[in-house]
């Protein structure tokens, strides 16, 4: 896949910049020497653009890499190659002090509400320790202010501050992980899932408070989700991944309008739609098989094995990065 | 929360059981050395040898016509201290190998492994007789409670130190691998925590239940082992008394004179286990889960 | 009635832990028609699955214990049957695929053995014959090379193809009920469309009634003819696949359909988010258990629980309002 940007620009509308990411695990054995017998090629070569204040949305089954591509643009794994740029900062050559500068900046938001909050610590310190590490306030009357002022926000009574996690709901634990994001102004939040573990009655509140959040502090949000249909309620664009790389991106009426990638199109059609009447009508794209190892991807194009239009140059050739129209990208031959 | 962890402690009345009898215990060893001076516990009354608890010696008299009562007094002084030092040692260093091994894996946890599995391996006998030649007559006397201990008790605390933190470091190690997964650990990072922070506030609380447990049974095998120890001629040196080498004098007469060993070894026992009710309290209350008050 | 395969009146489930009792179930009826699917929905806690774990007799008791009701499977009480008789009827006529086929699958047995000792057990058969019918499952199934496969261990399958085997499983003794507790909920959507498409194709050739539990409204539209909506342990309406989606008669239902995000429509607004969350069970249920979160309640909803009113053919839900004029009946 060729980059969209081969190099940093400095348009200040750009938040974040992703330039051919890669971030392969490597598999090895042995016990004091160890070496090398493979890598999992999680991310294969990622690229994408986010504008200030808008909501890409990172789509993809599991295995896809799109839990990685977010954890390695934050810097939580060491990136294998490419280009990460947060606010013109250079994630990859971080220094100690630009990194914390950067972790100020972009934050994130988990998926499993119960694992993300340490259940030896109350939700004070929780949400204090961003205030704590970046040296925010220096007055512990400031601290706890910020506290108060953070649960308030996210809808959390500033009464409940000596709790532990253990005493609260799915959904009410995923206000204290965004509080959590929150509480050191950041810029960017990359939203692993936070909702994919809660309840539908609770989904609707947490991701109308992520909304909210949005409008208030122009935060700019990578959401990965594999729930295209809130997807498509939270997102302005879209990007879908297969095997550790994107194979179609485009605003969001546009891919779900007008899906190109034989795989965007099948995974659309997967789509249960809560209308019997609608469901029967609509016919279905079922693939055949499973995705495979990202360790030994197949040739070409990854998608090819699976494809109902594949033909014999797709195990051959990687299809190009391709511009379809203004805002629409797609890696297929055969678009 | 300091009040918290304290109202929930208190309600968990076998830790309050335990922590009473714990420093009762202490008063016992460091108040009755008031009482009695230490050459009277050193005091051979031959004739009175073997005499059975009476008004006079309370405890009865050794082999040798020491009174039991004052031996166990200053004899417990060395078993606690060597208990509670000896078990500051293995928990210092069982913690900081193993967490460092669990949380830092690949090279580090390697290295750290293989130097555990090392200890382990070893025969004990033999770490002990190479530290103790290795660390004897070296050490100056220290004094302690208005009394001089000579360095060999120093020496013992270290060899068992030395020679117990494996299997906590194992345990330690276990715990931060899979703890070290959860997700609130990717969060402390992304918030820029530094790995100082997320090993001893993050991690390490979440594992503190078994490092009690483990510590509190180390107690009990320090006391114990400093006997062993003392019995190879490595350890504390006749005639100083401790809880262990009483035990252990006591060998040839468990039906005749039953008082050398039902004494000592009852405190012994009581230590245990007021060590083991604090250390369930202590867990218990540390834990946000269990249901306060 | 004769139509009915599994009839349920009055079920009531409770458990006894420390904190106190959980009223998990209260008092819910239902029946399975031969050959029909229905859809339980709700969210976690309402009680979906410990209903079905209720009919099997798989809770322990204690905690558990079945406080009132009747199941009845064929006209027989399942309640009065002995443990043995039981342990015969589960996997032969009734038999249940769960959410997370890793945790069902024993890692150590090979999938051919485990599909042959539910064969071997229930039908007693010889072993050449075990091994032809194991191997034909694998492929009604879907599962492809299966002489090969059989000798897999649980771990060398795919997620989806562990729940293919677990159905092959279900389905070896070709059971009259198949009840799916959240058979997709771990597997992605492509996967999930996989599934949903074996378990229609398979109903229709083995005659066989299937009870699916979901949270996922888009999921019973695909596979109900008929829909179980449960809230804090009460079914809150019953209806016709259709009409649940076209005319739902209780706020609850109305609510979560109306919270939804759809994959086929623009974005038009926020979504409508129900303010607060399911009650506390650990409280014993006075009126309606929606009441606190509901925007029709009225004073007797807080201390009257309605019964199920009659809608339509085959169509009810307990609410004391009309919801189409959001007036008391």
């Known amino acids: 896949m060729t980059v969209l940007q081969s190099s940093h620009s400095q348009d200040q509308q750009i938040l974040v910049q992703v330039s051919n990411m890669k971030k392969h695990f490597s598999i090895s054995k042995g016990l004091i020497i160890e070496r090398k017998v493979g890598s999992v090629k999680a991310v294969d070569g990622v690229s994408f653009l986010i504008q200030r204040g808008e909501t890409l949305g990172l789509v993809g089954e599991s295995g896809c890499g799109k839990t990685t591509v977010g954890r390695t643009l934050l810097g939580l794994y060491p990136a294998t190659e ?141 959401f990965i989700a594999h729930d295209l249909s809130m997807v498509r309620h939270i997102c302005d664009r879209v990007a879908v991944m297969y095997l550790g790389v994107i194979v179609e991106s485009a605003e969001r009426n546009e ?81 | 929360m300091g009040q918290l962890v304290w109202r929930r402690f208190r309600r968990h009345k ?3 059981f335990g922590a009473v009898t714990l420093i009762l215990l202490f008063i016992y060893s460091i108040g009755g050395a008031l009482i009695f001076p230490e050459s009277y516990a050193n005091f051979a009354d031959t004739p009175l040898r073997l005499t059975a608890p009476n008004l006079q010696h309370p405890f009865g008299t050794d082999t040798i016509g020491r009174d039991v009562l004052a031996r166990t007094i200053y004899g417990g002084q060395i078993s606690l201290m060597i208990g509670m030092l000896a078990v500051l040692i293995e928990v210092v260093l069982g913690i900081l190998v193993g967490a460092l091994a669990g949380y830092y894996g690949g090279i580090v946890d390697s290295i750290l492994m293989r130097i555990t599995e090392a200890m382990l391996n070893i025969p004990e006998i033999f770490l002990l007789i190479v530290m103790a030649k290795f660390f004897g007559g070296e050490i100056p006397e220290v004094d302690l409670f208005g009394r001089t201990f000579s360095g ?33 650990v990717l969060a402390a990072r992304a918030t820029g925590t530094s790995n100082f922070e997320i090993i001893f506030r993050h991690i390490l609380p979440n594992s503190i239940a078994p490092i009690i447990v483990s510590a509190t049974l180390g107690v009990a095998n320090a006391i114990l082992a400093e006997a062993y120890i003392s019995f190879l001629g490595l350890g504390v040196q006749p005639p100083t008394a401790t809880w262990g080498n009483m035990l252990d004098g006591a060998n040839n007469y468990l039906e005749s004179a039953p008082w050398l060993w039902f004494f000592p070894g009852l405190l012994i026992l009581l230590t245990v286990l007021s060590i083991n009710f604090l250390g369930d309290g202590l867990r218990d209350a540390l834990d946000p889960h269990s249901r306060a008050a | ?148 496969r059989l000798n897999d261990y649980p771990h ?30 771990a597997l992605d959507v492509t996967i999930q469309a996989q599934i949903v498409e074996l378990v229609q194709r398979l109903r229709e050739q083995m005659n066989m009634a299937v009870i699916w539990i979901t949270h996922d409204f888009g999921v019973v539209a695909e596979i109900a003819e008929r829909v179980l909506v449960m809230y804090a342990g009460y079914i809150v309406e019953s209806a016709p696949v259709d009409k649940v989606y076209e005319n739902p008669r209780h706020p609850y239902t109305m609510a979560l359909l109306a919270a939804l995000p759809r994959v086929d429509r623009r974005r038009s607004a926020r979504l409508r988010s129900i303010p607060g969350a399911p009650p506390n069970l650990l409280v014993e249920p006075t009126g309606c258990p929606f009441a606190v979160r509901c925007e029709l309640v009225t004073e007797r909803c807080r201390v009257e629980m309605p019964p199920l009113i009659l809608h339509g053919p085959n169509h009810q839900a307990a609410c004391w309002i009309d919801v189409s004029t959001g007036i008391p009946f």
């Open chain 1, 255 to 335: 891919l779900y309008e007008n899906p190109l990638h034989p795989y965007t199109q099948a995974l659309l059609s997967a789509v249960p739609i809560p209308d019997p009447k609608k469901g029967r009508a609509r016919s279905r794209i079922v693939l055949t098989g499973d995705v495979p190892s990202p360790i030994n991807p197949p040739s070409g194009c990854r998608f090819h094995p699976r494809c109902p239009i594949a033909k014999d140059h797709c195990s051959i050739d990687v299809p190009e990065w391709r511009q379809i129209t203004d805002d629409h990208w797609v890696a297929c031959h055969e678009v």
């Open chain 2, 152 to 184: 060999s008790v120093i020496v013992i605390v270290l060899i068992i130190g030395l020679t117990s933190w494996m299997y906590l470091a194992r345990i330690v190690r276990a715990q931060f691998l899979s703890l070290k997964e959860n997700d609130f």
């Open chain 2, 14 to 16: 076998m830790a309050i």
């Open chain 3, 156 to 185: 060398q399958f795919s997620g989806g193809q562990r729940q293919r085997a677990m159905i092959a499983m279900a389905l070896a003794c070709q059971p009259s009920i198949l009840i799916a507790d959240e058979p997709t909920t």
């Open chain 3, 1 to 148: 009635m004769a139509n009915h395969i599994l009839e349920v009146r009055d079920l009531s489930t409770r458990f006894h832990i420390a904190e106190g009792t959980v009223y998990a179930v209260n008092g819910i009826s239902f029946h399975l028609d031969h050959g029909e699917t229905i859809a339980v929905v709700g969210e976690s806690g309402c009680g979906k699955s410990v209903t079905m774990l209720s009919i099997l007799r798989l809770l322990p008791i204690p905690p558990a214990e079945i406080v009132r009701g009747q199941a009845l499977f064929l006209g027989r009480d399942l309640f009065d049957l002995s443990e043995r008789e039981m342990e015969n009827l589960r996997g032969r006529d009734i038999a249940m695929v769960f959410q997370d086929p890793m945790t069902s699958l024993n890692p150590v047995l090979t999938i051919g053995r485990q599909i042959g000792e539910t064969l071997r057990i229930h039908m007693g058969l010889e072993k050449e014959v075990i091994r032809e019918r194991t191997i034909k499952l694998l492929e009604q199934v879907g599962i492809p090379d299966p002489i090969q």
């Open chain 1, 82 to 222: 490419g280009e990460i740029y947060i606010d013109n900062h250079n994630v990859r050559q971080a220094r100690r002090d630009e990194m914390l500068t950067i972790r100020r900046k972009a934050q994130m938001i988990f998926q499993d509400p119960y694992a993300s909050l340490n259940p030896r610590w109350t939700v004070n310190s929780i949400i204090s320790e961003p205030l704590r590490v970046h040296k925010i306030f220096t007055s512990n009357k400031e601290k706890s202010e910020r506290v108060q002022e953070l649960l308030n926000l996210v809808s959390l009574s500033p009464r409940l501050v000596n709790r532990f996690p253990h005493e609260f709901s799915g959904g009410q634990r995923q206000r204290i992980g965004i509080a959590r994001a929150l509480a050191s102004n950041p810029a960017f939040i990359v939203c692993d899932e936070p909702i994919s573990a809660l309840d539908v009655s609770i989904q609707a509140q947490v991701v109308n408070l992520l909304e909210d959040l949005q409008d208030q502090f122009n935060l700019t949000y990578l």
